[in-house]
């Protein structure tokens, strides 16, 4: 009796237990399948989610590390997070790969996609030796198209690095919060005389915003005064019921006078060109321009030259050299167009050409414009050409870097002096994804870097330099000294938040205690050096043109990016930056008591910023079991928030996560590179 009770017991347990993971799996697939089919819509936001969720179940599986990836290099702003669940998922590549929930390989392209992450990281090199890597999986005469796409994009990788090189002395300052939005912002449109500003943005606006499959809302029409008092733009606001539906509309151009806006409307699927005309200071319910500026293909963008006489459009249709070319059509009499010319394969290419504009002036006609071809260093750049006496146009020549970057340049509107210009840009360090930039050239020439007092090449003690806030161990090398007008040869200041005057210049692996004290407005300059594994140097002024001054001569030294950005003391950090913090330590889960000082630093930061709501992480090296590391980092974090929450913040602003050896900082291949990823980080996830 007791041994059938024994079996009856393990028979009911075994098939209890086959049950929980039958049901596993199947929601597992559930959530895959599910995923997948955001995807296949273009929503990679929703899908993220779900696939992150599946990543704590499964941190190793290539695949899932693999969906990850590409969720984050087709978001809006997070593309270079993709680079360490690529890394990841790169372990395990077959050309067998077939995907589905029960996949653990990863497919072949997972090279090319980290390629692209590293290209759009400005990591040039190391993007090269990964299309190089995937083109080594297809052969050229059976797998043509694909190996080309590949050398067209070590091309454009090439053409950044002599961009980059020969950069232009520049100001390109973001229009800011009243124009900018977390969302995309583009196509600006500007009067004349500089005091309105339209342009097209696909934010959120009310209780249920419209959306399409891919997460996106629908494109709406904005306007905004400039305010000379102010030396701002107003608060935008949308240009009017007359012309946003519930469909899409987007701004285009303005006719010289001003009373003819030109704009995008969808259509269903056949996009077309209306205009709208300003009557009394109101504008009219847009009119579909006829045929054949318009036809059954997709038209996206117009010009009207200064004497009303030409329009220049984008068009789709077939006879072109590839997919939208740019055409010119001349007026014929009122409202009616003659046969439309395509501009030739001197401008448009096999790719795409967008948002023509003419500048007409005492040296000629110039045409501005973007393409993914010619000899673009990433998505769409902007070129100009002039037309020549018998009407044909030069070759044309790619604007000046950073105004092109390694994400998409467009809709380049230049003032007609050609000094300045607005024009929309996914470049790193906007409000969201992409952003409304006023540019001011300065000099097209390669920057000035006569003026550098040292460079100092060999490990520097960064502790000597700067007490309590780098810890002695910390050295790093290629410190560039800059002398300063009230600084002189002065390598890192620390911040003294009684002077309203900051000079500083960062450097070493990952952000540090600066960003706690900063109390007034100054310009941010990050850069990335490619055979410095994540290492940046941040120089800060309160004087715009020092600013732009550094970032050029960083420039000419062959950093491989450089921006500046106006910061203050609540957007100092990017939601969603890792900021390392120095100096916790653990005594297995248990937080040392040495490790106080620096939280409490930290304290005080949230204590300033109540709005904060906080992400802690802790993370290792790869040394061990993954499942090991990935629990003990989860009991480390909830260490540190469980110590911030008893010092009054709210708990409510806080959440914790181990995520063990997943995001390295640095190499796993060297002592100090292990030592580096074995740290403890906050990261913004809400202001």
């Known amino acids: 009796m007791k041994k059938i009770l024994i079996f009856s017991i393990v028979t009911i347990l075994s098939f209890a237990f086959t049950n929980t993971a039958k049901s596993q799996t199947e929601d597992f697939k559930t959530k895959y399948d599910l995923a997948e089919g955001m995807m296949n819509d273009g929503n990679y936001t929703a899908a993220l989610q779900i696939f992150l969720s599946l990543d704590s179940i499964k941190p190793q599986n290539s695949n899932i590390n693999f969906q990850i990836g590409m969720c984050y290099i087709n978001s809006t702003s997070d593309q270079t997070k993709a680079i360490p669940y690529f890394e990841m998922a790169k372990k395990n590549v077959s050309k067998k790969y077939t995907g589905g929930s029960k996949e653990d390989r990863c497919s072949p392209y997972v090279f090319y996609y980290l390629a692209k992450a590293y290209h759009l990281d400005y990591n040039l090199d190391k993007a090269i030796e990964y299309f190089n890597k995937f083109k080594e999986y297809f052969n050229y005469k059976t797998d043509r198209a694909i190996v080309e796409q590949a050398d067209r994009q070590i091309e454009m990788c090439n053409n950044a690095k002599k961009s980059m090189a020969d950069a232009g002395k520049l100001k390109i300052e973001n229009l800011g919060p009243n124009i900018n939005s977390p969302y995309r912002d583009y196509s600006p449109v500007i009067s004349l005389d500089g005091s309105t500003l339209i342009f097209t943005s696909r934010r959120k606006v009310g209780e249920n915003p419209k959306k399409e499959k891919d997460g996106r809302y629908f494109e709406d029409i904005y306007i905004s005064k400039y305010n000379s008092e102010t030396k701002q733009w107003d608060q935008a606001k949308s240009i009017g019921d007359s012309i946003n539906t519930n469909l899409h509309e987007a701004s285009i151009s303005l006719s010289a006078d001003g009373k003819q806006l030109f704009l995008y409307k969808s259509d269903g699927k056949d996009g077309n060109i209306y205009v709208s005309k300003n009557i009394d200071g109101n504008w009219s319910s847009p009119q579909k321009l006829p045929e054949p500026i318009n036809s059954k293909a997709w038209e996206t963008h117009v010009f009207l030259t200064t004497d009303g006489n030409t329009l220049y459009f984008v068009s789709d249709r077939s006879g072109g050299f590839g997919g939208r070319d740019i055409y010119s059509s001349k007026k014929i009499s009122e409202g009616v167009w003659d046969k439309p010319i395509n501009l030739g394969p001197v401008i448009n290419t096999k790719y795409e050409e967008e948002s023509p504009y003419i500048v007409t002036d005492s040296s000629g006609t110039t045409l501005y414009f973007s393409s993914k071809g010619q000899g673009s260093i990433g998505g769409f750049d902007i070129f100009t050409s002039k037309q020549k006496i018998d009407g044909t146009w030069s070759e044309p020549k790619s604007m000046i870097y950073p105004i092109n970057t390694s994400d998409d340049d467009v809709f380049y509107v230049p003032t007609q002096d050609k000094k300045h210009a607005y024009y929309a840009s996914g470049k790193y360090g906007g409000l969201g994804d992409l952003d409304l930039y006023y540019v001011t050239i300065l000099n097209e020439g390669k920057a000035d870097s006569t003026k550098i007092d040292t460079i100092v090449t060999q490990p520097v003690d960064t502790a000597k330099i700067v007490k309590n806030v780098i810890t002695p161990q910390d050295t790093v090398k290629n410190i560039v000294v800059i002398p300063q007008d009230t600084v002189k040869n002065v390598v890192i200041t620390q911040v003294d938040t009684n002077k309203l005057n900051i000079y500083t210049v960062q450097v070493g692996a990952g952000n540090m205690n600066l960003s706690y004290f900063s109390k007034v407005k100054d310009y941010e300059i990050k850069l990335n050096k490619k055979d410095l594994l994540k290492r940046f140097i941040v120089g800060r002024f309160t004087n715009k043109e020092e600013a732009f001054t550094f970032r050029q001569k960083m420039v000419f030294l062959g950093y491989e990016d450089a921006f500046v950005r106006t910061i203050s003391a609540t957007n100092d950090i990017d939601v969603g930056e890792g900021v390392i913090m120095r100096n916790v330590y653990f005594e297995n889960t248990t ?95 809400k202001k």
Do not use: M, Q, W
Request: charged share 25%; proline share 4%.
């Open 591 to 685: 937080l040392k008591p040495e490790s106080n000082n620096e939280i409490n630093k930290f304290i005080d930061f949230l204590k300033l910023n109540p709005s904060f709501v906080i992400e802690i992480s802790c993370h290792t090296d790869n040394t061990g079991d993954a499942a090991t590391n990935t629990s003990l980092t989860d009991s480390r974090a909830k260490s540190v928030t469980e110590y911030i929450v008893s010092k009054g913040i709210e708990p409510s602003r806080l959440s914790y996560k181990g995520y063990g050896s997943k995001k390295p900082f640095a190499t796993n291949s060297t002592v100090e590179g292990r030592k580096t990823n074995c740290r403890t980080e906050y990261c913004i996830i």
